[in-house]
């Protein structure tokens, strides 16, 4: 009995030691930030520096505060918006939808969601959209790193954002072969929130990176000047980005007022800063798209007559990715993915291609990992005897990944193959799981697919 009553009190005294411990953490939990991009900061160094030196660690506050000044925190998401209603940023992200996707996950009684991003994103790809969240690790291939401004499977040509189209889709579908899945229950309210939301992550991403290009020409001069930036609201301090357009007073049209000297030199930085560098180089890259679909072209007839692809088609396409469109190269003489195996893609080779970083010496890239790096890993080629494909497997998602290439990836783009090689191709990579390896090498034997027999002869 004895026993007994010591087993109780000591799960009891453990129960409130551990409830105590909770209560705890919950009053002291921080609430998050973005992470710096310190691999971004350490590569700036090397590529620009001596080996000896490092950028003044006052650089750092600047660019965080500047970041904060237009973009806010993971909980309080802003935008600049310097050109206001017309602002084209407003035209791309929605402040209201960056609410209902930030901040931490809630809802209310109506069942209204908030922190959307948080419950079904940051897990893997983290708060700061670095691809580098909890479970990053663990995952092939690493979630997206948004930062780099960079999407594989999108409906637009190499170097040209993804339509909102297409990031919708993505989340919807998911990718295949990967951990992205697929949220198909999503309302689309939630949907087009995440899809700012992402946007939004990305822009500032691709401005951080920006600005610390930016820190080996300055030469010990301040990138902004914070004293200044902080004496004024954000608005009064951004309105200097536009400092041109915003030479009259909203109402009246009559001049203002002379502005203090710090502030007017706040102004001339923020006219490059922000004006030049967030508008001009990211923001109208972003209004530019196209947010129709990129227009695949018709298949010929014959191609789509029957269930699976013709004999001639496939034989057509067989030959090209043997010779001309040179698949065989990445993929392999059997389509297994074995041709080149130690490609990397955009995310990892922007570190990795650093001078004086060798990728089988871990010591000579210790500090990028250090820096918060994933460790690379190469690229694997599709293995296209299984049919899984990652960006979808319609004939016409198959088309738009051979034609226009994998953004950030060793897949080019094949501007020499005209619409109707391209189509044989396709014919070729959808016939080519239903074909059998026969003597070790790419021969194929005949083998039944939908009622036709199918060769790679």
Known sequence: M???????????????????????GCEKVPSPEFRANRVEWVKQERLNLEADQQFAPEYREQVDTLLTTLFGTPDEPRLPAIYGDEDPLNQLVSLDRLRLAAGP???????????????????????????????ALA?????????LGKYKFKSTPLRRPPTDADLVRVIRRGIPGSAMPAFTTLPEEEVLALVDYVKYLTIRGEYERRLLAELPGLEGEPLVDLKALRAGSTKQA??????????????????????PAEQEALNAQLQTLVGEYLYEEIVDRWSDRDESITEVPAPPADLMSTAAPPQEW????????????????????????????????????????TPG???????????????????????????LRIPVYRGGK?????????AN?????????????TPEEVWAVVAYVQAMPYERLSGGDAAMSARPVGGREVSGK
């Open 394 to 402: 319609a004939p016409a998602d198959i088309y738009r990944r051979i």
């Open 105 to 135: 996950v809630s809802s209310d009684e109506k069942g209204k969601h908030w922190g959307l991003y948080r419950e079904h994103c940051a897990h893997c790809h983290g708060i700061t959209g670095d691809g580098a969240g909890p479970t």
């Open 314 to 353: 496939v034989a057509k396409g067989r030959d090209l990715f043997f010779g001309k469109a040179n698949c065989v190269q990445c993929h392999g003489a059997t389509g297994l993915g074995d041709g080149q195996t130690q490609n990397y893609d955009d995310w990892t080779n922007d570190w990795l291609k």
């Open 2 to 24: 004895a026993e007994i009553l010591r087993a109780l009190v000591s799960k009891s005294v453990a129960a409130v030691g551990l409830m105590a411990f909770l209560l705890a």
């Open 139 to 147: 995952l092939y291939p690493y979630p997206r790193d948004f930062r």
């Open 238 to 259: 951004t309105a200097g980005a536009n400092a041109g357009a915003n030479q009259k007073e909203a109402g009246g049209g009559s001049e203002q007022p002379e502005l």
């Open 357 to 383: 970083v060798d990728v089988l010496s871990k010591q000579t890239y210790q500090h990028f990992l250090e820096a918060g790096a994933l460790p690379p890993r190469p690229v694997r080629p599709r293995n």
């Open 405 to 417: 290439g994998i953004e950030g990836t060793p897949m080019p783009s094949s501007p020499s193959l």
